[in-house]
T-cell receptor, first 116, second 111 residues
């Protein structure tokens, strides 16, 4: 069983479109994250949810809207896609109650988004 | 905000050579974590260091956490082609659950 899964794995779309990426974890973790990794491999936190509550909201354009229907799911919706949104988006989860910065983070396989 | 800097950005070594990547934080950390990302893969947790001056080993990998809990290093002895990938450090804030990732060091190993 995959611990953290994301769909789709690849997403190619035109500028201006709206798209969603889904993430699910079966680890029983309380906290989930979205990261963006650019072409230089830099990993940047975008959002974090703990028990469905938004706890980290970095300076991300309003076009990005996360949604956590329950503890095991965290989706990312992107409106009006731009060329600069092309990147790999990783979902991750951790057991926050470990206290020390949430403990070990488990990453999903990533979604490679290409905006044409 | 917290910044975590990692050097070098790239490192090319011959198989059998040693490799070290360094991580420095602008603020005191509660802990530091290290991750490895293989080409085309996702980051995978390697280890977490919590105590000041802590040293941990995993086979050929040695991890250190500085006395001031503001810097860390990962040393690989006698690199192998399986060590290829990007190594990230990630510093935990003393408050909250945010991990700030360094820029990563991309390691290539020539056979």
């Amino acid at each position: 069983d995959t611990a953290v899964s994301q769909t789709p794995k690849y997403l190619v779309t035109q500028m201006g479109n709206d798209k969603s990426i889904k993430c699910e974890q079966n680890l029983g973790h309380d906290t989930m994250y979205w990261y963006k990794q650019d072409s230089k491999k830099f990993l940047k936190i975008m959002f974090s949810y703990n028990n469905k509550e938004l706890i980290i909201n970095e300076t991300v354009p309003n076009r990005f809207s996360p949604k956590s229907p329950d503890k095991a799911h965290l989706n990312l919706h992107i409106n009006s896609l731009e060329l600069g949104d092309s990147a790999v988006y990783f979902c991750a989860s951790s057991h926050r109650r470990y206290g020390l910065a949430g403990g070990e983070q488990f990453f999903g396989p990533g979604t490679r988004l290409t905006v044409l | 905000g917290q910044q975590v800097m990692q050097i070098p950005q790239y490192q090319h070594v011959q198989e059998g050579e040693d490799f070290t990547t360094y991580c420095n934080s602008s603020t005191t950390l509660s802990n530091i974590q290290w991750y490895k990302q293989r080409p085309g893969g996702h980051p995978v947790f390697l280890i977490q260091l919590v105590k000041s001056g802590e040293v941990k080993k995993q086979k050929r990998l040695t991890f250190q956490f500085g006395e001031a809990k503001k810097n860390s290093s990962l040393h690989i002895t006698a690199t192998q082609t399986t060590d290829v990938g990007t190594y990230f450090c990630a510093g935990g804030e003393t408050s909250g659950s945010r991990l700030t990732f360094g820029e990563g060091t991309q390691l290539t190993v020539n056979p």
